[in-house]
């Protein structure tokens, strides 16, 4: 059986130790079985034993080996369409479900950190920067719009304000979230498995699951062995494949990409971003930044449509880097790495069930480590028999792309450059 390691990145060279978990052998049962050892995975198993379930976790690579050990690691609260979007495309009360919601994501982590002591480097404080005057705008009336929902925890940023805080020329101002922070996500993802074997679950890593046979008591079939359970959690996001077809047409992996400079002098790193915050530009193929506890910057964008590697992802990365900050030109890039989040067409996530006992929660499209975090909380609760929050995601409608499997990736790529062209100008 082929063995898949982490790929080379920053996280991966920086993890704290953990043990390889070896493959599923044999038959077993159990209340739950989790497909995929990443945040969704890991926080759906962790609520649920937390409530007495027995869980069973399959994971084809590592944990954290998706998304989640790769990403830039920034708390960002809310979800990849904004609440406006979702009082447009929910009732009214799913609506207020959702967005009650949207900033338990970040608390959920801290308080995942807290118990179990996670070591991941988590700092508070995360800033939203603006390019264009329509930009300026927009977080104005988000500010508003997040208080509606009854969260003060945001401050706009003028110009010289956001100068105090990112050292870069690019900015007309911006909004800091004091609830929005940053991660070594890996360590996240790590620590969580770890809380999961405290609690009595049990990992399996190299073990992907290769069908599901569906009915009263699913059966899941791996490589060199099976696992009955009353339920079934699919979360495999971007990575999953076609495991479950009614899922694959409504969703799109792509891939984005991240370097980390070499350390910078204590100066220089207190010179770019004082307060340590992480920063997001506001564009829709956006930048993301942050240091990392050794003081590096970790700089990520650029989005491959259809998720395909490529092939010098400094060339991608790096001028963007340049733009935001000139005064690294002579830093070095110790590491590259690409990792793959699911796109829907709305940007809201999926969330769903399969028959009684299947259930999914998949494609938060780019925003993903606070919303991850919830749908553990919402698909436990669904388990337990309390199925309201769960509900209120699961009437977000859903559309296939146009074009189905072969059209998708290049209409994607042209709306894309549509909206590319749209932050450029300004407009
Ligand atoms: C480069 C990058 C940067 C990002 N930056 C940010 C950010 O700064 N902030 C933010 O909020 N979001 C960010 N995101 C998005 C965020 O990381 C994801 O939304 C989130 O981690 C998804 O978690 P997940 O558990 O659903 O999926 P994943 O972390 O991808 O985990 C899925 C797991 O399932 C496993 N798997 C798949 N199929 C099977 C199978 N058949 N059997 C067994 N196992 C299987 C995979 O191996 C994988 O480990 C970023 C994403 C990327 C790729």
Redesign the pocket.
Known sequence: MPHTDYPASYYAASANPAPSRPPLEGDLHTDVCV???????LSTALFLLEHGFKVVV????RV?????????????NSYSRDLDTIERSASRRHAELIGAMAFEGGQIIRERVERYRIDCDLKDGGIFAAITSKQLRHLEAQQKLWARYGYDRLELLDAQAIRRSVASERYLGGMLDLGGGHIH?LNLALGEAAAVESLGGVIYEQ????SIERGENPLIHTPRGKVTARFVVV???????N?LPELTAKSMPC????IATEPLSSEQAASLIPQDYCIEDCNYLLD?YRLSADKRLIY?GGVVYGARDPADIQAIIRPKMLKTFPQLQSVSIDYAW????LLTLSRLPQVGRLGSNIYY??G?S???????HIAGKILAEALRGQAERFDAFASLPHYPFPGGHSLRVPLSALGAMYYSLRDRLGF
């Open positions: 497909i995929g050892a990443g945040y969704t995975g399959l994971e084809s690579a954290g080996f998706g998304a989640s050990g790769r990403n830039g690691g920034q708390i960002v996500p073990t992907p699951a290769l979360a495999g996001n971007a990575y999953l494949g495991l891939g984005t990409q991240v993301y990520g690409t990792g793959n989040f929660s998949q938060c780019g925003h993903g480590v606070t919303y991850t």
